[in-house]
T-cell receptor
Framework: GNSVTQMEGPVTLSEEAFLTINCTYT??????LFWYVQYPGEGLQLLLK?????DKGSNKGFEATYRKETTSFHLEKGSVQVSDSAVYFC????????????FGKGTSLLVTP | SQTIHQWPATLVQPVGSPLSLECTVE??????LYWYRQAAGRGLQLLFY??????ISSEVPQNLSASRPQDRQFILSSKKLLLSDSGFYLC?????????????FGQGTRLTVV
């Protein structure tokens, strides 16, 4: 079946540090890939997405590139802010599961001043 | 614009009691609807999804059930809660555009079974 694996947290960074959160997936064919963010006490919000190989999703300074050859969708940001502290979820959708989001376990990010 | 309502926000229930969580979507027709559970340290687990009225697919066998009595209403139920049912339950919807489907989440229900 489909699955998503992302790096374990928590990740603690100083403000303005470079961020990478690794995400790899297992699925047949060409799933769509997503990063969602959950700020403390809130529901999930879409951060960015990519629907085919070599697509780059970007939003709020975050980027991720759909790499078919490595089945990866790593999240990066050049300079994190305290307000980026949240839990980040990598996810995929596929036609074989009604396009339901299949999430990784989430990575908690804490950015300190 | 589309909105999703999920209630209650928090719930404390004794073991063995029934459960009913409700989710409604406004501003769209024939959405895909989803129930997820977020347990501590376990990420988000898809419980049920529905592509139409009366159509429910279960991803994980357990003592929970889901129903979709109306196009934009999705209900999560249990006849007898277990301690292991505690968690954060999220309802979500997406338009049926396949690969481009972006899901929108409710604010969640924090369920504590005591």
């Amino acid at each position: 079946g489909n699955s998503v694996t992302q790096m374990e947290g928590p990740v603690t960074l100083s403000e303005e540090a470079f961020l990478t959160i690794n995400c790899t997936y297992t699925a047949t064919g060409y799933p769509s890939l997503f990063w969602y963010v959950q700020y403390p006490g809130e529901g999930l919000q879409l951060l960015l997405k990519a629907t085919k190989a070599d697509d780059k999703g970007s939003n709020k300074g975050f980027e991720a590139t759909y790499r078919k050859e490595t089945t990866s969708f790593h999240l990066e940001k050049g300079s994190v802010q305290v307000s980026d502290s949240a839990v980040y979820f990598c996810a995929l959708t596929h036609s074989n599961s009604g396009y339901a989001l299949n999430f990784g376990k989430g990575t908690s990010l804490l950015v300190t001043p | 614009s589309q909105t999703i309502h999920q209630w209650p926000a928090t719930l404390v229930q004794p073991v063995g009691s029934p459960l009913s969580l409700e989710c409604t979507v406004e501003g769209t027709s024939n959405p895909n609807l989803y129930w997820y559970r977020q347990a501590a340290g376990r990420g988000l687990q898809l419980l049920f999804y529905s592509v139409g009225i009366g159509q429910i697919s279960s991803e994980v066998p357990q003592n929970l059930s889901a129903s979709r009595p109306q196009d934009r209403q999705f209900i999560l139920s249990s006849k007898k809660l277990l301690l292991s049912d505690s968690g954060f339950y999220l309802c979500a919807w997406s338009v049926q555009t396949g690969r481009l489907a972006e899901a929108f989440f409710g604010q969640g229900t924090r369920l504590t079974v005591v």
